[in-house]
Every structure is written in C-alpha cells, then in structure tokens.
C-alpha cells in the first residue's frame, strides 16, 4: 500500500537524483570550457615562446635589457640621431625632453 510518505519519500529521491544528474553534467560542461580555455592559453604561451627569438634585439645597448635591480621594465633611447640605442631603466625615471620646430 502506497502511503502519502512513501510518495514524499520516493519524489524527494527523484528530485535529489535530478539534482545530481543536473549538477554532473554542469561539472562536465565547465570542465570542458576550462580546458579548452587553457589549452588555447598554453598555444598562446607556446607561440609568444616561439616567436621571442624573432624579436627585434640590435637596439639594445650592450648587456641590456638586465633589470637592474629587478626594477627596470621600461625603456629609453640613448645616442645621437645617427645612433640610437636602448636602455632599460625604472618606470619612475624621469627624462628631459626638446621639440623640435623649424621657423620659416
């Protein structure tokens, strides 16, 4: 015989084990979108790697960039205009500079 508890008690575990089968697949789904996240980050970090031996490095004065310090993440140019070269130096150096305008 079939009793109002017995019918609690058989909709409760239903409505837990939807709960479960709901909450599985909300885990699996995040799973998978994490993963696709991280592994589109790792071939990001895998060709940024890749490519830092094509950077541009004949600028650098000798011995640079070297963090002094651990300190030094911004840069400068140093020299003349016929020989520009950079330097790496503290983000809170401050450097003079001139405009240049011609007068007619």
């Known amino acids: 015989m079939i009793t109002a508890k017995s019918r609690c008690y058989r909709l409760a575990v239903v ?9 599985l697949a909300a885990i699996t789904v995040l799973w998978i979108q994490f993963t696709a996240e991280r ?25 640079e960039p070297n963090d002094h310090g651990n300190n030094e993440d911004c840069a400068d140019m140093q020299g003349s205009p ?23």
């Open 15 to 23: 409505c837990l084990g939807l709960l479960c089968v709901f909450l």
């Open 39 to 63: 592994d589109q980050l790792l071939t990001s970090y895998k060709e940024l790697s890749a490519n830092k031996d094509h950077l541009e490095t004949r600028f650098w004065k000798e011995e």
């Open 82 to 104: 016929d020989m520009n070269i950079w330097n790496d130096m503290p983000c809170s150096h401050k450097e003079g500079w001139i405009c240049e305008k011609s007068f007619r």
